[in-house]
């Protein structure tokens, strides 16, 4: 199967935006079904992508997410503007949290969501510099 | 179990959703955290919750869980039901404590998939 990029798009989440949290993973979630990849494939393209939206949402200030999905493999990048990640180690290890009263109101905020994005990637590349950003590259294979 | 028999088992009200309360369910997960329910769950999964707003809902989408049950006398917000009925995902509301609910889940022979893997 080839590698050569079938579909890509350019979104947007805003930081502190919790009502449309969610959003751009239900869009992304829409065009795997549409293109036509294996649903167990595109679940965990759907709970990687919806974890990381999450994390913009509650800790950024923007981001611009692309997905670019190719015959062998998704990948979905959250690029964002923000405060970064001081210890992404310690970032990476369950239970591990700075999330405050108000993201933990919305079931998340516990420490769980850059294991769950390792959990349901393929290859998982996480690159943060504080006071500027971070940029979270999923790569999901799908075969 | 159809989702008909759970409604009656739990006694419940239906918020949104009507038309799907045929659906069938062998397995069942509950919990308030939703990293939680996207990390355990089985697609095809009733899920149970006390999270009310509209990100249950997002949650049980992209988890695949097929229907939520709130519990604790608890109901979804106006966000949450209108994405349920978009996405066709039946919401039903329990005047039961969690432990309660699942307790008469459990009883009728629903499980956790989190159960064959030693959770």
């Known amino acids: 199967m080839s590698d050569e990029v079938l579909f890509h798009r350019e979104f947007r989440v805003m930081g502190g935006d919790f009502s449309a949290a969610g959003s751009v993973s239900t869009q992304i979630k829409s065009i795997l079904q549409e293109i036509g990849f294996e649903p167990p494939i595109i679940r965990r393209a759907a709970i990687a992508s919806y974890e990381a939206e999450m994390n913009v949402v509650m800790y950024a200030d923007q981001a611009v997410v692309r997905l670019s999905a190719a015959p062998n493999s998704i990948k979905i990048e959250f690029d964002d503007q923000g405060r970064g990640i001081a210890d992404i180690d310690m970032a990476m290890q369950e239970g591990y949290s700075t999330a405050t009263p108000q993201m933990r109101e919305m079931g998340f905020g516990a420490g769980m969501g850059l294991p769950n994005i390792r959990k349901n990637s393929d290859v998982l590349e996480i690159a943060s510099e504080l006071g500027k950003g971070t940029r979270v590259l999923i790569t999901i294979f799908t075969e | ?119």
């Open chain 2, 1 to 119: 179990m159809e989702l008909a028999q759970i409604i009656k088992l739990l006694d419940c009200q239906v918020v949104a959703g009507a038309e799907h309360l045929d659906l069938n369910f062998d397995e069942v997960f509950a919990a308030d955290l939703m990293s939680d329910v996207l990390a355990f769950t089985t697609p095809g999964s009733l899920l149970l919750t006390g999270l009310t707003n509209v990100q249950s809902v997002i949650t049980a989408h992209v988890a695949e869980a097929k229907a939520i049950v709130y519990v604790r006398g608890k109901r979804p917000d106006a966000d949450a039901v209108r994405l349920a009925d978009q996405k066709g995902l039946p919401l039903l509301a329990s005047p039961l404590s969690m432990y309660t609910a699942c307790g008469r889940l459990f009883a009728s022979g629903l499980k956790s998939h989190g159960d064959r893997e030693g959770l």
